[in-house]
């Protein structure tokens, strides 16, 4: 086939398939011209609403049928009635509405109009009213549309609720709750010049009685309008007749609220019973009128006695670094009762867990009004001060005071506020926030012998507590005491992506410290490691055990100038990690004792102050015993002085016995379940002791730590120390 020949075939293949006609989908957009207000048996008349139903797409939409059902909702068929039609026919502009029973009619359009409007009339029911459209087999869209905002519970117009209680003393003067009456239906608080009226009644057992005041405000349709309240009070004062006039006719739906409404004692000489006030709300009908308020009870005030209550704003509390930058916090001292505060006696504030920003104003608020120079802090303790008298009389006083906080590095745990007043039975306390310390530090002490170089030992572990901790560029040191130089140490970290450098300094102030910068910040948690420590000690070093300071502004920002916490005469040091006892320096006068290293054996008998040393008969002035947690305690320069050498001597101010054999270094403090071995703490099951001036430990670990073997024998209830290990 030739060329022209096939494009004359797809041409005319073009123009058939033209030719043909393509059928479109019809679709129509229905919707509710508005939602209704209503209640039970609420009418829905004609001319109030409309279902409307735009049709598109479709060629033309004459004759067109669909269908309508209705869900708590009733059609009134009288109403649908056009003259000249049966009765429940409504014919209008371009559509015809056939009524067939109280919830389904059938729609036609009579017109090639593609927009009809259908009006909905009829009476609304509990439920949520709605109007639904059956559009199958019809170019028209199914769906539901509803008539009303909410559901419909019942038939009444108005509903009653209270605000929260407010509390009253048990002199039982004050104020009850605000009552907020909602009407249901556009129009229901209109009744001309009479206004509406309601009852508030207190139970004729309640201690209070109603004085008369009460004041009401507009909201939502009613919010602009001039709304008066009238009370009259009846049953001895048990009931508050309200009278609320000055409703605007055309006004939209809406609430009043009654507020203002004050009570008294109904025996002023009497306090009145702590405890839930209640009262009933209904409204005043005319007689052969229906009530369209029910009667509703509602809880309106607590009775209470005299207190204050102190707690955080909105329960915010307040969350610091320890180091790290000062943050606000809000506190609230609050009445429970009228005059539960003396404006004449101040109220004074410590907090405990952090320390407060001096220097810097205290905002005080009552009642949500800002007071001036109401608060004062101390410079030197940072005690906040308030000054009562701003507080309002004849209210339950809600006093708000927002202040800073900062934590210092060594700080960890809650943070709280003591409240005190010579008005106050007792102190007021509340946790207003938390502390999170950024690093734990831990550290093996390093034992060190007196006059001797070059002396390798100890570490010392800093762990971030979380990621960036340390700042970029910062620096920190690493001080011992004066008695002590670092000539090396090797500085690493050893988890995480930190990344540092570090030298130890030998000239200047700073000599004989470790320099710390950071280069880069952690992105996880890190740890820094500083072990290998090289010291040199002379004879003149005392007896003891000595610390490490660490210090500087990659340690706490309190180091830095311009944060609140700094100390212009510590400086770079105002804020320190201390690392206790990290050098721990033996006597000077330690003597060697006999060390008869060759197969000796002792052997001690449980409250016998008899003993043998390889099978030699000796008396001791001291025996073994069985302590309260029912482990073998034994006198420990029994086995160390035959074994190795010995020192009795304090650290700290705290009897200490120090161990030397074989280059093993033990030592036991009085009072401790800790055996420090090396420069390391080794937990016991039971604590040192000291008794008839000797000192008693475990058996086990004096033998455990000395290296020797040890045995025993229950029958003899005996205890055998060998110098061959087992």
Same mark, same amino acid.
Do not use: W
């Given at each position: 086939?030739?060329?022209?020949?096939?494009?004359?075939? =797809?041409?005319?293949?073009?123009? =058939?398939?033209?030719?043909?006609?393509?059928?479109?989908?019809?679709?129509?957009?229905?919707?509710?011209?508005?939602?209704?207000?209503?209640?039970?048996?609420?009418?829905?008349?004609?001319?109030?609403?409309?279902?409307?139903?735009?049709?598109?797409?479709?060629?033309?939409?004459?004759?067109?049928?669909?269908?309508?059902?209705? +869900?708590?909702?009733?059609?009134?068929?009288?109403?649908?009635?056009?003259?000249?039609?049966?009765?429940?026919?409504?014919?209008?502009?371009?559509?015809?509405?056939?009524?067939?029973?109280?919830?389904?009619?059938?729609?036609?359009?009579?017109?090639?109009?593609?927009?009809?409007?259908?009006?909905?009339?009829?009476?609304?029911?509990?439920?949520?009213?709605?109007?639904?459209?059956?559009?199958?087999?019809?170019?028209?869209?199914?769906?539901?549309?509803?008539?009303?905002?909410?559901?419909?519970?019942?038939?009444?117009?108005?509903?009653?609720?209270?605000?929260?209680?407010?509390?009253?003393?048990?002199? !039982?003067?004050?104020?009850?709750?605000?009552?907020?009456?909602?009407?249901?239906?556009?129009?229901?608080?209109?009744?001309?010049?009479?206004?509406?009226?309601? +009852?508030?009644?207190?139970?004729?057992?309640?201690?209070?009685?109603?004085?008369?005041?009460?004041?009401?405000? !507009?909201?939502?349709?009613?919010?602009?309008?001039?709304?008066?309240?009238?009370?009259?009070?009846?049953?001895?004062?048990?009931?508050?007749?309200?009278?609320?006039?000055?409703?605007?006719?055309?006004?939209?739906?809406?609430?009043?609220?009654?507020?203002?409404?004050?009570?008294?004692?109904?025996?002023?000489?009497?306090?009145?019973?702590?405890?839930?006030?209640?009262?009933?709300?209904?409204?005043?009908?005319?007689?052969?009128?229906?009530?369209?308020?029910?009667?509703?009870?509602?809880?309106?005030?607590?009775?209470?006695?005299?207190?204050?209550?102190?707690?955080?704003?909105?329960?915010?509390?307040?969350?610091?670094?320890?180091?790290?930058?000062?943050?606000?916090?809000?506190?609230?001292?609050?009445?429970?009762?009228?005059?539960?505060?003396?404006?004449?006696?101040?109220?004074?504030?410590?907090?405990?867990?952090?320390?407060?920003?001096?220097?810097?104003?205290?905002?005080?608020?009552?009642?949500?009004?800002?007071?001036?120079?109401?608060?004062? =802090?101390?410079?030197?303790?940072?005690?906040?001060?308030?000054?009562?008298?701003?507080?309002?009389?004849?209210?339950?006083?809600?006093?708000?005071?927002?202040?800073?906080?900062?934590?210092? =590095?060594?700080?960890?745990?809650?943070?709280?506020?003591?409240? +005190?007043?010579?008005?106050?039975?007792?102190?007021?306390?509340?946790?207003?926030?938390?502390?999170?310390?950024?690093?734990?530090?831990?550290?093996?002490?390093?034992?060190?012998?007196?006059?001797?170089?070059?002396?390798?030992? !100890?570490?010392?572990?800093?762990?971030?507590?979380?990621?960036?901790?340390?700042?970029?560029?910062?620096?920190?040191?690493?001080?011992?005491?004066?008695?002590?130089?670092?000539?090396?140490?090797?500085?690493?970290?050893?988890? !995480?992506?930190?990344?540092?450098?570090?030298?130890?300094?030998?000239?200047?102030?700073?000599?004989?410290?470790?320099?710390?910068?950071?280069?880069?910040?952690?992105?996880?948690?890190?740890?820094?490691?500083?072990?290998?420590?090289?010291?040199?000690?002379?004879?003149?070093?005392?007896?003891?055990?000595?610390?490490?300071?660490?210090?500087?502004?990659?340690?706490?920002?309190?180091?830095?100038?311009?944060?609140?916490?700094?100390?212009?005469?510590?400086? +770079?040091?105002?804020?320190?990690?201390?690392?206790?006892?990290?050098?721990?320096?033996?006597?000077?006068?330690?003597?060697?004792?006999?060390?008869?290293?060759?197969?000796?054996?002792?052997?001690?008998?449980?409250?016998?102050?008899?003993?043998?040393?390889?099978?030699?008969?000796?008396?001791?002035?001291?025996?073994?015993?069985?302590?309260?947690?029912?482990?073998?305690?034994?006198?420990?320069?029994?086995?160390?002085?035959?074994?190795?050498?010995?020192?009795?001597?304090?650290?700290?101010?705290?009897?200490?016995?120090?161990?030397?054999?074989?280059?093993?270094?033990?030592?036991?403090?009085?009072?401790?379940?800790?055996? %420090?071995?090396?420069?390391? %703490?080794?937990?016991?099951?039971?604590?040192?002791?000291?008794?008839?001036?000797?000192?008693?430990?475990?058996?086990?670990?004096?033998?455990?730590?000395?290296?020797?073997?040890?045995?025993?024998?229950?029958?003899?209830?005996?205890?055998?120390?060998?110098?061959?290990?087992?």
């Amino acid at each position: 086939m030739k060329l022209r020949q096939k494009l004359a075939m =797809v041409l005319a293949a073009a123009m =058939v398939v033209t030719a043909v006609p393509v059928t479109t989908m019809a679709k129509s957009t229905n919707e509710i011209s508005k939602t209704i207000s209503a209640v039970e048996n609420t009418p829905v008349e004609k001319g109030d609403v409309y279902l409307n139903v735009d049709i598109e797409g479709a060629s033309s939409t004459k004759d067109t049928v669909f269908f309508l059902k209705t +869900e708590a909702f009733e059609f009134n068929k009288d109403e649908y009635t056009t003259a000249g039609q049966t009765t429940g026919v409504y014919v209008g502009k371009d559509v015809k509405v056939e009524i067939l029973s109280k919830t389904e009619a059938r729609v036609t359009v009579t017109a090639g109009d593609k927009e009809v409007q259908i009006p909905v009339i009829g009476k609304v029911k509990k439920g949520t009213p709605a109007i639904i459209v059956d559009g199958q087999d019809s170019v028209v869209t199914s769906g539901k549309y509803t008539l009303t905002a909410s559901e419909i519970a019942g038939d009444k117009v108005y509903v009653a609720t209270a605000g929260d209680a407010k509390n009253v003393s048990i002199e !039982g003067v004050g104020e009850i709750a605000d009552i907020t009456i909602e009407e249901k239906v556009a129009g229901s608080f209109y009744n001309d010049a009479d206004g509406v009226k309601f +009852e508030i009644e207190l139970p004729n057992r309640s201690d209070l009685e109603f004085d008369g005041s009460v004041e009401v405000e !507009g909201k939502r349709g009613h919010a602009n309008t001039k709304l008066v309240a009238d009370g009259k009070l009846t049953n001895d004062g048990k009931s508050l007749i309200v009278t609320v006039t000055g409703f605007d006719k055309d006004a939209q739906r809406g609430s009043i609220v009654l507020k203002g409404i004050g009570v008294k004692p109904e025996n002023p000489r009497k306090d009145c019973s702590i405890g839930e006030v209640k009262v009933d709300v209904k409204d005043v009908v005319e007689s052969g009128k229906s009530e369209k308020l029910a009667k509703t009870e509602l809880v309106v005030a607590n009775i209470a006695d005299f207190d204050i209550n102190i707690s955080v704003v909105d329960d915010k509390k307040v969350e610091l670094v320890g180091g790290k930058e000062a943050k606000k916090v809000n506190v609230k001292l609050k009445e429970t009762a009228i005059d539960s505060l003396d404006a004449k006696r101040d109220v004074y504030f410590t907090v405990e867990g952090a320390h407060v920003t001096t220097g810097t104003a205290v905002t005080v608020k009552v009642n949500d009004t800002e007071k001036k120079g109401a608060a004062t =802090v101390d410079a030197k303790t940072g005690e906040i001060t308030l000054d009562t008298s701003v507080i309002e009389k004849n209210k339950i006083n809600t006093i708000t005071m927002e202040f800073e906080v900062y934590a210092d =590095v060594n700080q960890n745990g809650p943070i709280t506020i003591t409240a +005190e007043s010579r008005g106050f039975e007792e102190a007021l306390k509340a946790e207003i926030g938390t502390v999170k310390a950024p690093f734990k530090v831990e550290a093996e002490a390093m034992t060190v012998k007196v006059g001797l170089q070059g002396q390798v030992g !100890g570490k010392i572990t800093i762990a971030e507590t979380e990621e960036e901790m340390f700042d970029r560029d910062e620096v920190f040191y690493v001080a011992p005491t004066k008695y002590f130089s670092i000539e090396d140490a090797k500085v690493e970290v050893t988890e !995480g992506d930190l990344e540092i450098e570090s030298e130890v300094i030998t000239r200047g102030e700073k000599a004989g410290q470790i320099k710390v910068t950071v280069k880069r910040p952690s992105d996880e948690a890190s740890t820094i490691t500083i072990s290998g420590v090289e010291v040199t000690t002379n004879r003149n070093v005392p007896e003891g055990s000595f610390d490490v300071e660490l210090y500087g502004e990659a340690i706490s920002e309190m180091n830095v100038k311009g944060h609140p916490g700094y100390d212009k005469d510590d400086e +770079e040091k105002t804020d320190a990690i201390t690392v206790k006892d990290f050098f721990v320096v033996g006597t000077k006068n330690t003597e060697d004792l006999p060390n008869a290293a060759a197969a000796k054996e002792i052997v001690l008998t449980i409250g016998n102050t008899a003993y043998t040393v390889n099978g030699e008969a000796k008396t001791a002035d001291a025996a073994a015993f069985i302590d309260k947690n029912n482990r073998t305690m034994v006198p420990v320069r029994f086995v160390a002085e035959e074994f190795g050498k010995v020192d009795f001597g304090t650290i700290n101010g705290v009897g200490t016995v120090t161990i030397f054999k074989d280059g093993a270094v033990l030592q036991f403090q009085n009072g401790s379940n800790i055996m %420090n071995k090396n420069g390391i %703490n080794v937990p016991m099951d039971t604590k040192v002791v000291i008794e008839k001036g000797r000192t008693y430990v475990p058996f086990k670990y004096v033998a455990d730590g000395l290296g020797i073997g040890y045995s025993y024998d229950a029958a003899t209830k005996s205890i055998t120390f060998t110098n061959q290990v087992k």
